[in-house]
């Protein structure tokens, strides 16, 4: 298991939640949980409660993430309410998806890895992601200065409308950029795209090759 500087960070982050009690879906969460619909990946999905809440909702979810508090509280909850959800700790920096699912979703993740293995697991989301099927992903972007939860092994800062150029043939349902306040007088910047993909015509087209530059 790769424990980097932000693994670390949100271990910490995710114990105190736990131990406060504090499961509120973030605002991103809040936001995507009306698209999650069937069989839904839940990639990087933190303490869970997106996750969580999917299964309450009928969704039978997988959630991946790197942090041993998170998944062991996952799979705490799923079994004591009996919900559908598959919980596994992995460094998903370099992760072989295995399954294609109806909904994906990949909220505050890729910027923590170097910008080659974020794009390559962008599109790894994509290609295993249904015809049909809705994806929501979030990102910090340009213009963030608060760096704290950055570990030296690098991480990635699209340009605020870099995000979106990767949807170019897919219909965009939302996107939006966004600012909010950080410690010491610095600032978060967040990039958020939810995106149907297309056809199964359009979909075989697109699997032949990475839309990433």
């Known amino acids: 298991m790769n424990t980097t500087g932000s693994v670390q960070f949100f271990d910490q982050q995710f114990q105190r ?21 069937g069989e839904v990946l839940d990639f990087g999905c933190g ?35 009996s919900l559908a959800i598959h919980a596994d700790e992995a460094d998903l920096r370099d992760f072989s998806i295995a399954n294609d699912y109806d909904t994906v979703v990949c909220i505050g993740l890729l910027m923590f890895f170097d910008c ?27 213009g963030t200065t608060f760096m704290d939860m950055f570990s030296p092994e690098g991480h990635c800062l699209l340009r605020p409308d870099e995000l979106r150029e990767h949807f170019n043939d897919w219909q965009v349902l939302s996107y939006e950029v966004q600012e909010f306040g950080a410690p010491r007088g610095t600032k978060k910047v967040f990039a958020t795209i939810v995106a149907r993909k297309p056809s199964e015509a359009s979909a075989e087209a697109y699997r032949s090759g990475p839309q990433i530059g």
């Open 116 to 142: 080659p293995a974020a794009l390559r697991q962008l599109h790894a989301l994509q290609t295993h992601l249904r015809p049909g099927g809705v994806v929501a992903v979030n990102v910090l972007v340009e």
């Open 17 to 37: 939640q736990v131990a406060a009690d504090d499961y509120a879906l973030n605002p991103f969460e809040a936001a995507a949980l009306p698209y999650l619909a």
């Open 47 to 81: 303490l869970g409660n997106l996750a969580i809440e999917a299964a309450r909702r009928g969704c039978h979810v997988t959630a991946l993430d790197a942090s041993h508090a998170a998944v062991e509280h996952i799979r705490v909850v799923a079994l004591r309410d």
